[in-house]
């Protein structure tokens, strides 16, 4: 900025100096012309009177008179431009002297003029040529000072014009080797800061601890602490993801895509019982049990070519020759070219799967049916079919008759919700009657309505839609056998079937105790019952609702519960058409 500011001063001087040049040679050519133009009117003067002396012609005087008077003021006008080109006092002094002698001859020839006068004229035509010489003389020699100011204007012209460039000349020589020196200083320390930088950068992405410390006060340290502070954090991330992995009780892995295992944590030595280097390099195959090697290969294969998690299971042999159930995660990159998996051993979880389906077995078979003969025998003896009982006979048969339907019914229900957990649970849909499902409900449910004298209303609409009408059965049972639990003797319970926005909407509603807001957000769970349910003892260990909520939301719909403690009990459940 100082050289630019110097060049713009100089620069402004010189052109200044240029200027006045410039000037001063327009006043000497304009002096010059104007004295060009005095010393042609004088001439014009001479001859006018000297064809005036020889033709006596009136034309001429008046020319004669209108010339004087021009030059006159001709010499007034050029008295004040040749103030600049007077040399010294004598030159003034005699420039004065021949304008006054002018100012007399011009007065002379206007007298003899008029005085018709020869002798008067001819006096007055030596006076106007006597000033004509004399202003040859006095103009002749500020001519000269003129032509010498005017080459010294030139030369100036010229020095100016010189300087100008020589600055300019200069400024660049002086911008050039400021740029070099910037430049050499910027390669000294901005560009090795850069590169210091930089150097920083490639080390954060190689997890490696940071080389170099920028300091100062600019941009670029403000950076490289950003850079170190993000730096920090990840070598803290990494240090967790670290005791994270290397800590897992779960197998962490990574196989190329052929899957042969590129890394893996320490818990595949806990649970494998084989040292990393044993392991690393190796395919999975070689570890899984010969009768799955097969179907794992084409597993590892899918998951190359797929997209997103890919789920599986496989036994994996162990150094003692043990089997360990694993389950895979793997999620394939295609930027890496490698399969990431998270394997989970699920061996007690499949222990528990086997004798779970043998305990559900054990109780379909060897605990319902004999359950099942047992409550037709009771259901004989207490309809007389073989012989009267004694009342007392008969009272504890029908005690035992409602335990045992109980836990008939409680057995039904926890196989039903074994089924719904289960892959294999499917609905029978069909198209079915909504009034043919309340009517069944009803019927079956009516015998323990009696007992109570509860009067069941039903309000149904006439329409049919697509569903497993033996479930949708159950539900209802399971809702009417509640709402008869709970509800007072010689009661009333509706019964409402309708299609409302193209679902079958069912609801049973009841005049009991009711529900309260916070007990409702859980009714539906397993083994839950009500605070009212368990001071009443009522039977049951809350696996009914559950079995109707599964159901419901099996056939795509969904149920719920509308009650206010002391004004009874709605369950609504909607299902789809």
């Given amino acids: 900025m100082v050289v630019q500011?110097?060049?713009?001063?100089?620069?402004?001087?010189?052109?200044?100096?240029?200027?006045?040049?410039?000037?001063?040679?327009?006043?000497?050519?304009?002096?010059l012309d104007e004295n060009v133009r005095f010393l042609a009117q004088l001439i014009s003067c001479a001859g006018v009177q000297a064809m005036y002396q020889v033709s006596r012609d009136p034309k001429y005087e008046a020319s004669y008179r209108n010339k004087v008077q021009a030059a006159t003021l001709q010499s007034?006008?050029?008295?004040?431009?040749?103030?600049?080109?007077?040399?010294?006092?004598?030159?003034?002094?005699?420039?004065?002297?021949?304008?006054?002698?002018?100012?007399?001859?011009?007065?002379?020839?206007?007298?003899?003029?008029?005085?018709?006068?020869?002798?008067?004229?001819?006096?007055?035509?030596?006076?106007?040529?006597?000033?004509?010489?004399?202003?040859?003389?006095?103009?002749?020699?500020?001519?000269?000072?003129?032509?010498?100011?005017?080459?010294?204007?030139?030369l100036s012209k010229l020095e100016t014009q010189a300087r100008i460039y020589g600055i300019i000349y200069a400024t660049i020589a002086a911008n050039i080797t400021i740029l070099i020196l910037f430049i050499l200083r910027f390669d000294r320390t901005t560009s090795e800061r850069f590169a210091h930088l930089t150097e920083n950068v490639m080390s954060l992405g190689a997890n490696q601890p940071l080389k170099h410390n920028i300091q100062g006060k600019d941009d670029i340290v403000e950076l490289d602490r950003v850079i170190h502070r993000v730096s920090n954090v990840l070598r803290d991330s990494r240090l967790k993801e670290q005791a994270i992995v290397e800590q897992a009780v779960d197998v962490i892995c990574a196989l190329d895509e052929k899957g042969k295992f590129q890394q893996v944590n320490p818990a595949a030595q806990r649970l494998w019982k084989f040292e990393s280097d044993e392991i690393l390099g190796k395919s999975l195959l070689s570890f899984v049990a010969p009768d799955e090697k097969a179907r794992v290969e084409r597993?590892?294969?899918?998951?190359?070519?797929?997209?997103?998690?890919?789920?599986?299971?496989?036994?994996?042999?162990?150094?003692d020759q043990q089997l360990v159930e694993m389950q895979w995660n793997t999620f394939f990159s295609q930027e890496m070219k490698q399969i990431y998996c998270v394997a989970h051993d699920v061996t007690e979880r499949k222990k528990l799967e086997r004798m779970k389906a043998q305990l559900v077995e054990m109780i379909s078979?060897?605990?319902?049916?004999?359950?099942?003969?047992?409550?037709?025998?009771?259901?004989?003896?207490?309809?007389?079919?073989?012989?009267?009982?004694?009342?007392?006979?008969?009272?504890?048969?029908?005690?035992a008759e409602l335990s045992l339907t109980q836990m008939?019914?409680?057995?039904?229900?926890?196989?039903?919700?074994?089924?719904?957990?289960?892959?294999?649970?499917?609905?029978?849909?069909?198209?079915?009657?909504?009034?043919?499902?309340?009517?069944?409900?009803?019927?079956?449910?009516?015998?323990?309505?009696?007992?109570?004298?509860?009067e069941i209303i039903t309000d149904t609409e006439n329409f049919s839609f697509s569903a497993d009408?033996?479930?949708?059965?159950?539900?209802?049972?399971?809702?009417l056998s509640?709402?008869?639990?709970?509800?007072?003797?010689?009661?009333?319970?509706?019964?409402?079937?309708?299609?409302?926005?193209?679902?079958?909407?069912?609801?049973?509603?009841?005049?009991?105790?009711?529900?309260?807001?916070?007990?409702?957000?859980?009714?539906?769970?397993?083994?839950?019952?009500?605070?009212?349910?368990?001071?009443?003892?009522?039977?049951?260990v809350g696996l009914g609702l559950s079995v109707c909520k599964a159901i419901v939301e099996a056939h795509g719909g969904r149920i719920w519960v509308e009650s206010e403690p002391g004004k009874g009990t709605k369950f609504v459940a909607s299902i789809p058409c």
């Fill in 408 to 454: 008939v019914d409680l057995l039904d229900d926890f196989l039903e919700l074994e089924k719904i957990d289960s892959t294999a649970y499917q609905l029978d849909k069909a198209e079915t009657d909504a009034r043919d499902i309340v009517e069944l409900s009803c019927s079956l449910i009516g015998e323990l309505a009696n007992k109570k004298s509860i």
């Fill in 299 to 319: 597993t590892i294969s899918q998951v190359v070519s797929s997209e997103g998690i890919t789920t599986f299971e496989t036994n994996v042999v162990t150094r």
């Fill in 5 to 31: 500011i110097v060049l713009v001063y100089l620069l402004a001087t010189s052109i200044k100096q240029l200027e006045e040049c410039y000037n001063g040679e327009a006043r000497a050519a304009d002096y």
């Fill in 76 to 154: 007034e006008l050029l008295r004040s431009k040749a103030a600049p080109f007077i040399g010294d006092k004598n030159e003034s002094k005699a420039l004065e002297d021949l304008f006054f002698s002018l100012k007399q001859a011009s007065g002379r020839a206007s007298q003899a003029a008029q005085s018709q006068d020869q002798i008067d004229q001819a006096v007055a035509f030596m006076e106007l040529r006597g000033v004509l010489n004399k202003v040859n003389g006095v103009t002749g020699d500020i001519m000269k000072r003129l032509a010498d100011a005017r080459r010294n204007i030139a």
């Fill in 469 to 479: 009408k033996a479930r949708l059965v159950r539900v209802l049972t399971n809702l």
């Fill in 482 to 540: 509640n709402a008869i639990k709970f509800s007072p003797e010689t009661s009333k319970i509706n019964v409402v079937a309708a299609k409302r926005e193209n679902s079958a909407v069912f609801e049973v509603s009841d005049q009991g105790p009711g529900i309260a807001l916070d007990e409702q957000e859980t009714l539906f769970e397993r083994f839950r019952q009500t605070s009212t349910g368990r001071k009443q003892s009522k039977g049951g």
């Fill in 365 to 399: 078979h060897d605990l319902r049916s004999p359950m099942s003969a047992l409550q037709i025998t009771l259901n004989i003896l207490s309809s007389g079919s073989i012989g009267d009982l004694p009342d007392a006979a008969k009272m504890r048969i029908d005690r």
